[in-house]
């Protein structure tokens, strides 16, 4: 999956961007106040989309 696909689909369930980190993007639900964090490659791992959705507890793609 792409990474901005990934992105978009975040944002459109409530999520911010928080911070940069080294390699990662970090964003976080204030409705839940959870956090996680989404690699910076193009192309991301579909199981991994999947984690990240159920870290920041947002339906999955």
Do not use: W
């Not at 928080?18 to 996680?36: A, C, D, F, I």
């Not at 999947?50 to 999955?60: A, G, S």
């Amino acid at each position: 999956m792409k990474r901005r696909k990934l992105l978009l689909h975040l944002e459109k369930h409530g999520c911010k961007f928080l911070r940069e980190g080294g390699n990662h993007t970090v964003l976080y639900n204030p409705l839940n106040m959870k956090t996680s964090t989404v690699p910076r490659h193009t192309e991301i791992v579909d199981a991994l989309a999947k984690k990240i959705c159920k870290d920041l507890e947002v339906p999955q793609l």
